[in-house]
């Protein structure tokens, strides 16, 4: 029994992660975030900022993989920036990080992916589509004297005058879909 556990504990730990590497892929991305609402009035006055995403995929055949990862996105605006003197002296702003952990499926159309023992290390293009589900944390700031404060304990949207524990959830579920070429 101690060589068969052992040999057991050896191909679990060792032969499977080799042996399925050719259906794991790692991704890592960059794109750009901004936040688009009321204190936003155009392009202008939106903080246009990094995205950044990091993912593994798990194929379960060549058209089918299960993806998981994380996308970090910081968004803001500022009245400073607008056109509009009234907005000017309104002066609100904020900036918020949002840190998301997704897990989803996509369907790649072409299956001429890297799979398996087909493995193919030719770059080629495909249409997809996705859908995943997510949980995406935000943290609302805005700078006051000098120092950056956090705006959900503030209460600052009207959450507080109907009940003093009404403040929103900084954890929102989140659902991307979409489609795109790879």
Same mark, same amino acid.
């Given at each position: 029994? $101690? ?7 050896? +191909? ?6 080799? %042996?399925?590497?050719? @259906? ?11 936040? &688009?609402? &009321? ?5 202008? *006055?939106?903080? %246009?900022?990094? $995205? ?6 798990? !194929?379960? @055949? ?8 994380? %996308? ?6 500022? &009245?400073? +920036?607008?056109?509009?003197? *009234? ?17 989803? !499926? ?5 299956? &001429? $992916?890297?799979?398996?023992?087909? !493995? @193919?290390?030719?770059? %080629? ?18 700078? !006051?004297?000098?120092?950056?404060? @956090? ?13 003093? *524990?009404?403040?929103? *959830? ?6 991307? +879909? ?5």
């Amino acid at each position: 029994w $101690k060589t068969l556990w052992a040999t057991t504990a050896f +191909l679990c730990i060792f032969w499977s992660p080799i %042996h399925a590497q050719r @259906n794991i892929k790692v991704m890592a991305g960059t794109g750009v975030a901004w936040y &688009d609402g &009321d204190i936003s009035e155009s392009a202008r *006055n939106r903080r %246009h900022t990094p $995205k950044l995403s990091a993912e593994v995929a798990y !194929y379960l @055949n060549p058209n089918m993989c299960i993806v998981g990862g994380i %996308h970090q996105a910081w968004v803001g605006a500022a &009245d400073s +920036l607008a056109l509009d003197p *009234n907005r000017q002296r309104r002066a609100l702003h904020f900036r918020s990080p949002i840190t998301e952990f997704r897990v989803g !499926y996509v369907y790649e159309f072409l299956a &001429d $992916k890297k799979f398996g023992r087909r !493995y @193919n290390r030719a770059n %080629h293009w495909t249409p997809f589509v996705m859908m995943a589900i997510s949980a995406a944390r935000i943290n609302p700031q805005a700078q !006051y004297q000098g120092s950056w404060v @956090n705006l959900r304990p503030l209460g600052i949207e009207g959450q507080l005058i109907t009940s003093p *524990n009404t403040l929103y *959830n900084q954890w929102q579920v989140v659902i991307p +879909l979409g489609i795109g070429i790879e």
